[in-house]
């Protein structure tokens, strides 16, 4: 799938773009029906965060790793086409898969997920790593679509924020002249999809409808990113070094410029 440049410059600009008909209707079916297999069987190598009845699973019900699960799941993870979107987006000599996770958002007591960036969680020394937003429905702000504030990924790292108990990111020093105002709200049709970059400030509405949200993101970084040290549930054990690339065979390379 070959990008507009408008795409590309959009994405650089603004640290976030919408792609439309990524997906095809039976593509999301396939992925629809294992992703619900995943979430609603017990006893997995897959990791759920938190169990429903606790404070994070009404912000999300989040399984991170689902393609370890299921091979239709690692199908759609480790999907050329949607890699290739990443290699496009980021410039990077290669695309590395860090992890997919469901999301979530459960009918009920559904609450928003606050504004953060996403790169404070990650154990990286260099920025560049971005998530694919797949939801397998069609979303709006009754049942959780996301917003991003435009060109926030320019500010750089920041502390990253409890998404329980949210710090108002829009209060720190270094978000000054960035408003929440400024936010442009993305819904999206089932099979389209969005990709933002680690650092852009995003949110997610609450769920009001009846039924869950389900999206699956697919978290990339760039070939070569190196290991900063930092405790996180996908490097912790593998005996990585401080500064040393991000590399396992849990990690894969998934796209190269040719
Ligand atoms: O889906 C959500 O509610 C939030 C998603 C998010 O924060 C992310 O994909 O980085």
Not at 37 to 57: C, F, H, P
Not at 107 to 126: R, V
Not at 155 to 165: E, P, Q
Request: with cysteine; net charge negative.
């Amino acid at each position: 799938m070959q990008l507009p440049q408008s795409k590309i410059d959009f994405y650089r600009e603004h640290g976030f773009v919408q792609i439309d008909n990524v997906l095809s209707p039976a593509e999301l079916d396939e992925l629809g029906q294992a992703l619900e297999e995943v979430m609603l069987t017990d006893a997995q190598s897959s990791i759920q965060t938190d169990r429903a009845g606790g404070n994070y699973y009404k912000v999300l019900n989040q399984r991170v790793n689902t393609w370890r699960d299921h091979g239709i799941m690692a199908k759609y993870v480790l999907h050329e086409r949607l890699a290739q979107i990443a290699l496009q987006l980021t410039g990077a000599p290669g695309i590395r898969l860090f992890h997919d996770h469901a999301l979530w958002k459960m009918p009920g007591d559904s609450k928003a997920t606050p504004w953060h960036q996403d790169f404070p969680y990650w154990p990286m020394h260099e920025s560049g790593a971005l998530s694919a937003w797949i939801p397998l429905h069609d979303v709006d702000e009754h049942n959780g679509c996301m917003m991003f504030v435009p060109g926030s990924h320019k500010r750089g790292k920041l502390t990253g924020i409890d998404l329980v108990n949210p710090q108002d990111i829009f209060a720190f020093e270094e978000s000054a002249g960035l408003a929440q105002q400024s936010a442009v709200k993305v819904p999206l049709k089932a099979g389209s999809l969005t990709f933002h970059n680690g650092l852009c400030f995003h949110y997610a509405h609450a769920n009001q409808s009846e039924k869950p949200r389900r999206v699956l993101a697919l978290i990339y970084y760039p070939d070569g990113t190196r290991f900063n040290g930092k405790s996180h549930v996908m490097t912790d054990g593998l005996g990585l070094q401080e500064g040393a690339p991000i590399k396992a065979g849990i990690f894969p390379l998934l796209a190269r410029q040719s």
